[in-house]
């Protein structure tokens, strides 16, 4: 079965500073989708980026970049420039390639900026 | 607007009564979700359907139930067979196949006492 970890139940950063939150995971798969959500006090879930395994390169969307490392089986989420609107829980999931869509989620991190 | 309603958003109930969480989408999405909520604990997967007429039970099914005879609606029962029911209940949906994210909605928090 696959399993997600996220070691870090909190974090903080100080406004506009980069933040990494830390995310692994076990499988014995090698074509899969990783993706990190976030929600905010809401908690309305929110996808915030997503990286297919067979892609070396790391996915980015705007202030939102993840290193991806396959061989460790970690996927770390990086928030530069951090902002406010930034503050939330973060989830990391995986779901197989093919398939049914099932996603497996981490614990979370909750994330805090301080101005 | 296209999206994913749930209602209520908070429900109360008393211990030993069914109760029916809704959960209607608008996206034309085929595959339809529910995922419970607990803290300190991410989402886990109750049931799943991918087709009308057709769902699946996903990691923690014992005390739930659902039907899916539209496209655009997966409503969850919660039983009294569910031993701990109180928790946020999130309702998803996406587009089968891949690379389809999943989008939420917007959640019902039950509380049974």
């Known amino acids: 079965a696959q399993t997600v970890t996220q070691s870090q139940p909190e974090m903080s950063v100080q406004e506009a500073e980069t933040v990494t939150l830390s995310c692994t995971y076990d499988?014995?798969?090698?074509?899969?989708?990783l993706f990190w959500y976030k929600q905010p006090p809401s908690r309305q879930m929110i996808l915030v980026i997503r990286q297919e395994a067979y892609k070396q390169q790391n996915a980015t969307e705007n202030r939102f970049s993840v290193n991806f490392q396959k061989a460790a089986k970690s996927f770390s989420l990086k928030i530069s420039d951090s902002q406010l609107g930034d503050a939330a829980m973060y989830f990391c999931?995986?779901?197989?390639?093919?398939?049914?869509?099932?996603?497996?989620f981490g614990t979370g991190t909750r994330l805090t900026i301080i101005p | 607007d296209g999206g994913i309603t749930q209602s209520p958003k908070y429900l109360f109930r008393k211990e030993g009564q069914n109760v029916t969480l809704s959960c209607e989408q608008n996206l034309n999405h085929d595959a339809m979700y529910w995922y419970r909520q607990d803290p300190g604990q991410g989402l886990r997967l109750i049931y799943y359907?991918?087709?009308?007429?057709?769902?699946q039970k996903g990691d923690i099914a014992e005390g739930y139930s659902v039907s899916r005879e539209k496209k655009e609606s997966f409503p969850l029962t919660v039983t009294s067979a569910q031993k701990n029911p109180t928790a946020f209940y999130l309702c998803a949906s996406s587009m089968p196949g891949l690379g389809y994210e999943q989008y939420f909605g917007p959640g019902t928090r039950l509380t049974v006492t």
């Open positions: 359907s991918q087709i009308v007429n057709d769902f």
């Open positions: 999931a995986y779901r197989l390639y093919f398939g049914n869509e099932k996603l497996t």
């Open positions: 499988t014995s798969e090698s074509d899969y989708y």
